[in-house]
């Protein structure tokens, strides 16, 4: 059984440049083991193997439920994941190109639409579709500003996507469990991994 090393980049949901965690998995026959150490892998798979034929389970299966508070620290840490600003990052782009070439889109927001639909075919915005402002560090969004001054604005942010999404949302579940597959007379048995997520709407 390989151990799996893991290694996620923190900085893309606003924690800072070079912050990582790393944790490390394995699938083995009977179950799925996720640790922050390998060496915890490697003991409980050396169990795994050193548990008794009988006392072992024929299929393994691992069921995950959230519901979190409106305002508590589960639903607050989905809302933080979901603000990621880079969906926006062309869109500030374009309009930091609009706002510097043509200033006088900077106060009117008819020949700011205008230029755009011209220019680009669409109007840059941002994720709450507000129009992005101009300052000496360039084109920035008034709540997350920008790679030279980013913003945590507070939340949750009216109007912003990952408030419509949370808002309609009561609770999430997950069932993972391994199926047998098909397997040739004499090669170890293979199993597959099913995922059912489960969305519960308000």
């Given at each position: 059984t390989k151990i799996v090393r893991a290694d996620v980049d923190l900085g893309r949901f606003g924690a800072g440049p070079g912050v990582h965690v790393v944790f490390y998995y394995a699938l083995?026959?009977?179950?799925?083991?996720?640790?922050?150490?390998?060496?915890?892998?490697e003991q409980l798979l050396d169990d795994e193997l050193e548990a008794a034929a009988s006392a072992r389970s024929s299929s393994a299966q691992v069921a995950l439920s959230a519901k979190g508070r409106p305002n508590g620290g589960l639903v607050?840490?989905?809302?933080?994941?979901m603000e990621d600003p880079r969906p926006s990052f062309a869109s500030r782009r374009r309009a930091e190109a609009l706002l510097i070439g043509a200033p006088t889109t900077r106060h009117d927001a008819q020949s700011y639409e205008a230029l755009s639909l011209a220019y680009f075919g669409s109007v840059p915005l941002t994720l709450e579709g507000r129009p992005f402002q101009?300052?000496?560090?360039?084109?920035?969004?008034?709540?997350?500003?920008?790679?030279?001054?980013?913003?945590?604005?507070?939340?949750?942010?009216?109007?912003?996507?990952?408030?419509?999404?949370?808002?309609?949302?009561?609770?999430?579940?997950?069932?993972?469990?391994?199926?047998?597959?098909?397997?040739?007379?004499?090669?170890?048995?293979?199993?597959?991994?099913?995922?059912e997520l489960i969305v519960q709407r308000r």
């Open positions: 083995s026959d009977q179950n799925l083991y996720v640790a922050l150490h390998d060496w915890v892998i607050t840490a989905f809302r933080r994941l101009l300052d000496g560090t360039g084109a920035f969004d008034p709540l997350r500003g920008n790679d030279y001054n980013r913003r945590w604005p507070a939340l949750p942010i009216d109007g912003s996507p990952s408030t419509r999404v949370i808002s309609g949302l009561e609770a999430l579940s997950a069932n993972l469990r391994f199926d047998r597959e098909p397997t040739p007379a004499g090669v170890p048995e293979r199993r597959s991994i099913a995922v």
